[in-house]
């Protein structure tokens, strides 16, 4: 079965700190990999996602995240992070060819202004 | 961009009551539907799987005769939750897929937030 380990529950920064949130998965197959953002009282929102190519992908506000097929991994980075960027972060992967979403935990980002 | 409605987005019912959550995609078609439940501090966990015109699929240990799935239209899924208790004060949130978009075409809804008194 497929299961997505987020790293850290909590993250605390300072306004311009770089940020990387961890994300591995488990499963047997081929994966599509997302990352998701929930800002405070709002809904789920697609950051950015992997299907094949660049294992690099870039998403939206300036955050990227790096497949590395080798560690099951898609961790999630931004260089300088900013205020509005404090929300909950969910990693997502679902099957090639599968319907369903699998979430990790999720991690809670504060950025202190 | 594609946007979901869910309706209401909270809610306060006696145990005992039944409360119906709907979940409509306003600017697609959305042959599937999947609804999650979220607790505090945890991931969203998928409870069923809403394909329109047929039965739902429900997830180990997800009982289909209490969160019953009705998936009428390309447009509108609900989820009630039938004869509520107080360990089913949840967050309950809907996706819709627009398989249009292909393999990343997920949106979400907002999110009901239940409690049951």
């Known amino acids: 079965a497929q299961s997505v380990s987020q790293h850290n529950h909590h993250v605390i920064l300072s306004e311009a700190a770089s940020l990387e949130l961890g994300c591995n998965y488990s499963?047997?197959?081929?994966?599509?990999l997302f990352w998701y953002v929930q800002y405070p009282g709002q809904h789920l929102q697609l950051l950015l996602k992997?299907?094949?190519?660049?294992?690099l992908v870039k998403g939206i506000k300036g955050f990227e995240a790096e497949f590395i097929k080798s560690k099951f991994s898609f961790n999630l980075r931004k260089p300088s992070v900013q205020w509005s960027d404090t929300a909950e972060y969910f990693c997502?992967?679902?099957?090639?060819?599968?319907?369903?979403?699998?979430f990790g935990a999720g991690t809670i980002l504060r950025v202190k202004s | 961009g594609a946007v979901v409605s869910q309706h209401p987005s909270w809610v306060i019912c006696k145990s005992g009551t039944s409360v119906k959550i709907e979940c409509r995609s306003l600017?697609?078609?959305?042959?599937?539907m999947f609804w999650y439940r979220q607790f505090p501090k945890q991931s969203l966990m998928l409870m069923a799987t809403?394909?329109?015109?047929?039965?739902?699929?429900?997830e180990q240990g997800v009982e289909k005769d209490k969160f019953l799935i009705n998936h009428a239209s390309l447009t509108l899924s609900t989820l009630t939750v039938t004869s509520a208790h107080p360990e089913d004060s949840s967050f309950y949130i809907c996706?819709?897929?627009?398989?249009?978009?292909?393999?990343?075409?997920?949106?979400f809804g907002s999110g009901t937030r239940l409690t049951v008194v």
């Open positions: 600017d697609f078609q959305a042959t599937t």
């Open positions: 992997y299907f094949s190519g660049d294992p």
């Open positions: 809403s394909n329109e015109g047929s039965k739902a699929t429900y």
């Open positions: 997502a992967v679902n099957g090639r060819g599968g319907n369903k979403l699998v």
């Open positions: 499963y047997g197959g081929t994966v599509n």
């Open positions: 996706s819709a897929r627009d398989m249009v978009q292909g393999a990343g075409g997920y949106t």
